[in-house]
């Protein structure tokens, strides 16, 4: 299935090529007499790379305020509606479902490419909603058919867990995760198969537990490294459930499965750590 995020991104790469061609054809004297060098303000290389930068520009431009408005019009399908007015980037999405308050978001996080370029980072979408109480519990679900949940993205992580029907979980206490993967949220999660992993409670202790030790010296400053990373991965405290898909998510199904799936999953993690 091709997600609608990626026809966005296609289109950014076709426009590169139309630009391309259309300067050769310009430059080369093909696209006379409609278009010539001489008829640009600036001539010669100066010319060249006004007229290539501006049209790559303003492409870019038009395509993301295309992917804003899908995904505005995407979060009103399912009665959520943006928390700011924006030009060109994409607010978060609020609103209530089923009587809970949820957001939906996108965020950059570094993609495990190394450095701090553009080229290692990459866009997720994150679906999550507030628990009435701050717990001391957590809660790491992985995806069906797991032994483990993974983790984060591409940060392979330690975690040993248990299986509840077909999900593979992590919780702490061990004993929380039966109460809390009832049918209806097994039902909820099963649906989307988009979900990284849904976090509930008190989960970045449980992620950070899960960072390998690599021994003394260099080691050393690897765990740091993981953990600094994972830190800023799971933002927000523990009084949320959350879930991420990579990408940025356009079709309204897709987030209307990924918002019942947290919501469903607070509802039930709400009841098994009532005081």
Not at 194 to 210: H, K, Q, R
Not at 214 to 240: H, I, W
Not at 249 to 262: K, N, R, S, T, Y
């Amino acid at each position: 299935m091709v997600r609608k995020h990626s026809v966005y991104s296609v289109g950014t790469v076709a426009w590169g090529v139309v630009v391309f061609v259309l300067t050769v054809l310009i430059y080369s004297g093909q696209a006379a007499p409609f278009l010539r060098p001489s008829m640009f303000p600036l001539g010669g290389i100066p010319g060249f790379i006004a007229f290539v930068a501006g049209l790559l520009v303003a492409g870019a431009l038009v395509i993301e305020w295309l992917q804003k408005r899908a995904w505005v019009g995407a979060g009103r399908q399912v009665r959520l509606e943006p928390a700011e007015r924006t030009l060109y980037s994409k607010p978060d999405l609020v609103g209530t479902v089923d009587g809970r308050s949820v957001r939906v978001r996108t965020m950059k996080r570094d993609s495990g490419g190394g450095g701090d370029s553009e080229s290692s980072t990459e866009t997720v979408t994150v679906v999550e909603t507030d628990l009435d109480h701050t717990p001391e519990e957590g809660l790491v679900i992985g995806g069906q058919g797991e032994d483990a949940p993974s983790g984060m993205g591409s940060m392979a992580l330690d975690l040993e867990g248990q299986t509840v029907g077909e999900f593979a979980v992590v919780g702490e206490p061990a004993g929380i995760a039966p109460d809390v993967l009832t049918e209806r949220a097994r039902s909820a999660l099963a649906e989307p198969d988009l979900n990284d992993a849904v976090l509930a409670g008190e989960a970045s202790s449980i992620l950070l537990a899960g960072v390998p030790s690599f021994g003394g010296g260099v080691g050393d400053s690897l765990s740091d490294g993981l953990e600094s990373r994972l830190t800023e991965a799971v933002p927000g405290g523990p009084e949320m459930v959350r879930t991420e898909t990579s990408g940025v998510l356009l079709d309204p199904e897709e987030i209307a499965a990924q918002i019942d799936a947290v919501t469903a999953v607070a509802q039930e993690f709400e009841q098994a750590t009532a005081s």
